[in-house]
């Protein structure tokens, strides 16, 4: 019986080995966290100066983004061409359904452009996940996510007590209503661990998780399809592969509904914070 060959986790056989089949005498190569490691394009991980996949993605993405934003509104027309009209289109979703819904159009047009960016600097870290090639998504990261709510966090919090002062932002994050009587100092306590702690963490692992999860998924489908491409395994592969086309479809949606969520949740803490306390 040969013996596969084994990734630093002498458990898991590498997902690349093309010979692991069923019936061959090797293991089935499951997804595992080794699946979301990259060793470094140059530099070295034992150091703080390295550059892996992820962040060739990140970067790409980014130049990705602000390239076909400078294209379409470079020179912008009246009647707008075919990537002038996407591009318009894309902002304006943004612009219209998620930040004037939350805080209306007077209030939220300061924060449009910051808006716009995260939904697809987001939608694009998504995509990559389904790009050939690439097949990763960069959100499912933690660092990537939570990277994006400290950005959040930050203004969120800076918005609340430069609105309200100290003693108003204060009152602001803790839920603070004298009408509550005796039951005041536990609901401030309850709303201030929930607004300064829980909703940040859940704002970064709620797009980390979807996308982890997701891509595990999808991982685990297309490798299945290659490891029951043996005798009769043949039959299971070719439903293994089905839904690796099921996933994929259904990623693209689950891409797009978590940047729409991330920036929702954005607009929703900002709403809170230019309240007025009542």
């Known amino acids: 019986m040969k013996e596969p060959a084994v990734s630093a986790d002498p458990t898991q056989v590498l997902a690349f080995e093309t010979d692991c089949h069923i019936f ?16 470094p394009i140059f530099g070295d991980a034992n150091s703080n100066v390295y550059f892996n996949k992820t962040m060739l993605l990140a970067l790409l993405g980014t130049v990705i983004i602000v390239g ?4 379409a509104f470079r020179k ?3 009647v707008p061409g075919k990537l002038q009209m996407v591009a318009e289109a894309g902002y304006d979703f943004v612009r219209r359904g998620i930040v004037y819904e939350t805080l209306g159009k ?3 047009e300061k924060y449009v452009p910051l808006m716009v960016s995260i939904f697809f600097f987001v939608w694009m870290m998504n995509l990559w996940s389904i790009i050939p090639l690439a097949q990763f998504p960069v959100t499912s990261v933690i660092a990537y996510p939570a990277a994006l709510a ?3 966090y930050v203004l969120w919090m800076s918005i609340t007590f430069k609105r309200h002062g100290f003693v108003g932002g204060f009152k602001n994050l803790t839920g603070y209503d004298k009408s509550l009587g005796g039951v005041l100092p536990l609901i401030m306590v309850i709303e201030f661990f929930s607004n300064v ?5 859940t704002h970064a692992v709620r797009l980390f998780a979807n996308m982890f999860a997701g891509h595990t998924l ?5 490798i299945a399809s290659w490891y029951l491409l043996n005798g009769i395994g043949i039959a299971y592969a070719g439903v293994s592969f089905v839904m690796v086309i099921v996933m994929t479809v259904f990623e693209l ?6 940047a729409y969520v991330f920036v929702l949740l954005a607009c929703t803490f900002i709403q809170g914070a230019v309240a007025e306390h009542h």
Do not use: M, Y
């Open 218 to 222: 999808l991982l685990l489908f297309t």
């Open 68 to 71: 076909f934003f400078w294209a």
């Open 197 to 201: 702690l829980v909703r940040p963490f």
């Open 106 to 108: 007077r209030e939220g």
């Open 24 to 39: 061959s005498g090797c293991g089935f190569p499951g997804p595992g966290l080794h699946s979301f490691l990259f060793e």
């Open 76 to 78: 912008p027309k009246v």
């Open 150 to 152: 400290l950005i959040v």
């Open 253 to 258: 949606f689950i891409q797009a509904v978590q």
